[in-house]
């Protein structure tokens, strides 16, 4: 198996920033994709930003230009840089990965606990 430990959410005001952590550990193979989601109260889960193991990134249009991300693959972490904080990024985040636990296996999925960003107008 395969668990996701994610840090660094909190409360910060409007244009203020945050850096999100997540740690993978566990008997992992292999890492294809990290990334991260977010979820706010009576929305549907939504992609913020992903990484491949390639070094492609991707990003929600609604933060492109303000969030980051980054991966540490020696650590099997991935990071979010988040600057210019909106209220409107108020969520929980949760971080998400791609992996394999045996060569040759089939990929999995697998997500953290969640960690609250909320931001203050």
């Known amino acids: 198996q395969v668990q996701l430990v994610e840090s660094g959410g909190g409360l910060v005001q409007s244009g203020g920033s945050l850096r999100l952590s997540c740690a993978a550990s566990?008997?992992?193979?292999?890492?294809?994709?990290m990334g991260w989601y977010r979820q706010a109260p009576g929305k549907q889960r939504e992609l913020v930003a992903s990484s491949t193991s390639g070094g492609s990134t991707n990003y929600a249009d609604s933060v492109k230009g303000r969030f980051t991300i980054s991966r540490d693959n020696a650590k099997n972490t991935v990071y979010l840089q988040m600057n210019s904080l909106k209220p409107e990024d108020t969520a929980v985040y949760y971080c998400?990965?791609?992996?394999?636990?045996?060569?040759?296996?089939?990929?999995?999925?697998?997500w953290g606990q969640g960690t609250q960003v909320t931001v203050s107008s």
């Open positions: 998400n990965t791609v992996a394999r636990i045996q060569r040759g296996g089939p990929d999995y999925i697998y």
């Open positions: 566990g008997s992992i193979f292999s890492i294809n994709a």
